[in-house]
């Protein structure tokens, strides 16, 4: 075989060319890892050492996935920790056209971190992007880009993971009763406000921060704390 031979995997009882979604998924936490890590030493160390050289990595990696996802580090990676469960397949057309998506994201990340280092708080958000992608993948095996994939190509996706693109009918453990619905909604609602109070109570010492803040606070308050800092530093100067 070469190195670039069908596309996914060919297997017994399945009419369509397939992956491991449990490499996937195995990879995407990997990827997760080091994004996460490379935007704290971004917004903590003030530095882009690690993101230059992940990012290069990242988008090496999914131009692979979209040639040939044998021969694609992270998913070699994944297979490794996973090699010894059972694989849980799903149809390759999806994720080829999912990672496509996701090197399309890679592109302008490589570029403006790599090549012409201009980092601002859009790259920053693409970046986000970029990891919510993978977390919802590695935490909750969703592949948004697969959901996509049935909305733009005629041929609909089939064996999706965990079988969302095959018509199902939910079970009872599968549905939330009265109690479990406000007790979600209330843990929504605190997390969402957890958010905010601490980007709002965060001292601004990082240009992320202060983004952050213009996003979350009106014009108002951002105007008022900005008399109450000055305010206290004028108190404090020695005459």
């Known amino acids: 075989m070469g190195f670039l031979p069908e596309y996914g995997e060919k297997v017994a009882g399945y009419e369509v060319r397939v992956l491991n979604e449990r490499e996937a998924r195995a990879a995407a936490a990997i990827l997760f890892v080091g994004a996460f890590i490379g935007l704290t030493n971004g917004v903590m160390l003030q530095t882009a050492v690690f993101s230059k050289y992940f990012v290069s990595f990242f988008t090496l990696d999914f131009l692979i996935r979209m040639l040939n996802p044998r021969y694609a580090p992270s998913l070699m ?62 935490a909750f095996s969703i592949c948004l880009g697969c959901k996509i994939f049935n909305f733009v190509m005629k041929e609909k996706a089939t064996h999706c993971p965990g079988g969302v693109c095959e018509v199902h009918i939910k079970e009872n453990v599968q549905k939330f009763n009265p109690i479990q619905k406000i007790i979600l909604i209330v843990t929504v609602v605190a997390m969402l406000y957890g958010t905010y109070s601490y980007f709002v109570d965060l001292k601004d010492r990082t240009i992320f921060v202060k983004k952050m803040k213009e996003l979350f606070l009106s014009d108002e308050t951002l105007e008022q704390m900005q008399y109450e800092k000055d305010a206290a530093e004028f108190e404090n100067d020695d005459f």
């Not at 149809?91 to 990672?99: E, I």
């Not at 996701?102 to 992007?129: D, S």
């Open 77 to 138: 990676l994944g297979r490794f920790f996973v090699q010894n469960q059972v694989p849980e397949y799903v149809g390759a057309a999806q994720k080829r056209f999912a990672w496509g998506l996701g090197f399309i994201i890679a592109v302008p990340m490589f570029y403006y971190l790599v090549i012409a280092f201009e980092p601002n708080p859009l790259k920053v958000l693409v970046c986000l992007i970029c990891m919510f992608l993978l977390f919802f993948e590695a």
